[in-house]
């Protein structure tokens, strides 16, 4: 175990063998999460009566487990999600919860649970005004986006209340996109980031203008010997490992190789471990690496799109025999020795053939492993195939050690809870002006709100300067999803100019906002809206919300017919909803990689894309806009208060519009 001064190493187990694989190679804590209401649908995951022995085991090695219940929430799933949160605290008492929704604040408060309130990086918290508003809801930890540099970090530090930690990651899969900020997989099929069902549109080729490649698949982020630097950041009290749907050869050796970093930091061993360190890295089967943004100073490029930026070794590739005219079954020369267990990937998860098979008997190198593929995934010949998790005799041996320990630890029987939310009284409400959201005026000219229409803006200082203070009361002024430590004096001094020049309505993209905002006068203090892409789902976060002092509230863009007529009647502030207009796909830190801003680019189903920079992000549309305005009526009955449509000046190249988009309103939610 490390000494309480560094920082904590936390390791991934989406099963348990990955779980053994921490504990065995010294990881301080691991996360992990349940069959439910986990950002890793696609992980085996865990039921609350093998938590509760794995929780067991963690105490009698002076380790911790947090339990990622890090999945939005819609309102229909507060009360299931109240009595699991209950079961965990009667039967397991993990040492703490990793949440997105910030309904589940107010669930496990009222369910009673006693350990630690971690706000996951899906709840995008990247501005150090944030951090008070979040410590006032009693959340004792953060984990950071990863596309911070060791700047912001630190500026991060500096400005973080006394007990708040930080959690950050040094290792594994990066997002072209920010997390919480990405609506790709939902938008194009119901399959919801915000709900562990990501699809990863992301790393498919893409095509403009001639030139084609897997521009927004990122590498994988590799900190490596650079964690030192995080020992002595005060705040930083948790290093994370990414990973949840890799196996035990990838935990067993990411988690050894930054516990020999972590343990020889400060001392005469280090340049011995650094070595070590390395060696172990390139052994575990992940992708080529990146430091992402990390280092100011150098300008990386995340994605290789001239490369695929896949897990896995390569081991061989697809060859064919024929017999008799006939093709035999796929078989592969291997580079290297297989053993049984082993997992082989077969092409690129965009390709039809694309598949994970497991090795069933030992194959020595260049000898003849077959591969029993299913006839409709039957690939061509000389596709790679890789090898994505090792079976070796020696962690097969470590792995059952600790097996039996586990199997000395207590069992429980955990029968099921009753539980109730407790939520404010639901209000009527009166309708409200809606919103056409523009992010500049047209021509230069301000323009005058209507009785039932309030012209909004995205706040920059292009736009604030283009309103002269007799109309600015009448704006609404919209912030943008994601503010970053960088920004931190352009913000603070563009809200201070709108409140001296008499703006009094402003729409927060993210509930943390709030706190850029001054509390000191209650007779001018403004009026506060929580935009769509705060992506609220449930009553019990409105009711968060409104303890936070917001007024109203929008609810996320994601979700189904079913799910928006029945959520202004379960809420205790007026509800609002994106009616129409241009929603992005995706919000990125990252600049286009030879990909043009402007121009359309297109999938390999021929959808088509663009992608413009507003301020310090990159902004990702899909070339067919969002229209529910044929249900308008049916959600005026059913309670919303306002709508907002979200124009944009469309690029000069698009090709004509064919269809809209009712996002998910026909689907589920998935």
């Known amino acids: 175990m490390i000494s309480s001064s560094l920082p904590e190493l936390l390791a991934p187990a989406g099963d348990m063998s990955c779980f053994l694989a921490a504990m065995a190679a010294g990881a301080d804590a691991t996360y992990l999460g349940l069959k439910n209401f986990s950002a890793r649908a696609g992980a085996e995951n865990f039921s609350t009566t093998e938590l509760a022995r794995m929780v067991d085991l963690a105490n009698q090695n002076g380790r911790r487990i947090y339990v990622a219940f890090n999945s939005l929430i819609k309102g229909s799933d507060i009360l299931s999600a109240g009595r699991l949160i209950k079961r ?55 984990v950071l986006p990863r596309e911070l540099s060791i700047d912001e970090i630190r500026q991060m530090d500096e400005e973080a209340p006394e ?25 194009l099929g119901g399959k919801s980031g915000l709900r562990g069902r990501c ?31 995080l020992a002595d950041i005060p705040h930083v009290r948790s290093l994370k490992i990414e990973g949840r749907k890799k196996g035990p050869h990838y935990v067993y050796h990411v988690v050894a190789a930054y516990r020999m970093l972590l343990d020889a930091t400060g001392t005469p061993d280090w340049p011995h471990a650094k070595k070590d360190a390395e060696a172990l890295l390139d052994m575990a089967l992940g992708r080529p690496v990146t430091r992402a943004r990390f280092l100011p100073q150098k300008d990386v490029r995340i994605s290789t799109p001239d490369e695929p930026t896949s897990s896995g070794m390569l081991v061989g590739k697809i060859q064919f025999e024929k017999k008799n005219g006939v093709p035999s079954l796929p078989f592969i020369k291997p ?5 049984p267990k082993d997992l082989l990937r077969i092409g690129y998860e965009d390709e039809p053939w694309h598949d994970t098979i497991p090795v069933t008997r030992r194959t020595p190198k260049a000898g003849s492993c077959t591969l029993r593929l299913s006839r409709h995934k039957m690939p061509k010949a000389g596709v790679p195939v890789f090898l ?39 209000v009527r409400t009166r309708r409200q002006q809606d919103y056409l959201v523009r992010s500049s005026l047209p021509q230069g000219r301000e323009t005058r709100s209507s009785r039932s229409v309030m ?14 203070r007799t109309v600015m009361p009448r704006i609404s002024w919209w912030l ?32 943390w906002q709030a706190g850029l905002f001054p509390t000191e006068n209650e007779k001018r203090r403004p009026h506060l809206t929580a935009g769509p892409f705060c992506n609220i789902s449930n009553p019990a976060a409105v009711a968060v919300l409104a303890g936070m002092g917001f007024e109203a509230a929008f609810a996320s863009p994601e979700l189904s017919g079913e799910d928006y007529l029945a959520l202004p009647r379960q809420c205790c502030l007026p509800m609002g909803m994106v009616l129409s207009g241009y929603w992005p796909v995706g919000i990125s830190r990252h600049g286009m990689n030879q990909v043009r801003a402007n121009e359309a680019f297109f999938s390999p189903k021929g959808e088509a894309f663009w992608a413009r920079n507003y301020g310090h992000n990159l902004w990702m549309y899909p070339a067919w806009p969002m229209d529910l305005s044929a249900h308008r009526q049916e959600l005026e009955g059913a309670g ?7 124009e944009e000046n469309l690029p000069p190249n698009l090709p004509p519009l064919r269809r809209t988009s009712e996002f998910n309103w026909n689907g589920s939610l998935l």
């Open 88 to 142: 965990l605290q009667r039967d397991a008492q993990p040492h703490g919860l990793i949440i997105q929704d910030i309904g589940l604040i107010e669930v496990a408060r009222q369910a009673g649970f006693e350990g630690e309130l971690h706000l996951s990086t899906l709840s995008n918290i990247s501005h150090p005004r944030d951090l008070e508003a979040v410590q006032k809801l009693g959340v004792q930890r953060v």
């Open 163 to 187: 007990n708040m930690d930080f959690e950050m990651f040094i290792h594994g899969a990066l997002c072209w996109c920010v997390s919480g900020r990405c609506y790709w997989s939902s938008y």
């Open 199 to 229: 699809v990863q549109p992301c790393r498919r080729i893409y095509k403009q203008k001639g030139r084609e490649g897997r521009f927004f698949s990122c590498q994988d982020l590799s900190l490596d010997v650079l964690v030192k630097t």
């Open 335 to 339: 580079r290297l020795e297989l053993l």
């Open 388 to 426: 994505i998790d090792r079976r070796e005799p020696e962690l097969v041996h470590i792995l059952q050690e600790w097996e039996k320990k586990l199997e000395a630890c207590r069992k429980v029987e955990s029968p099921l809870v009753e539980w109730t939310p407790h939520l404010p009284r639901p």
């Open 455 to 468: 012209t909004a803006l995205w706040m920059s200082a292009n736009t604030l300067r283009a309103v002269s």
């Open 480 to 511: 943008p999803p994601v503010i970053w430590p960088d920004e931190s004096e352009l913000w603070q001094r563009l809200i201070a100019e709108a409140l001296r020049d008499g703006a009094t309505h402003f729409v927060c993209n993210a509930p």
């Open 640 to 646: 919303y208060a306002f709508f907002a449509r979200l």
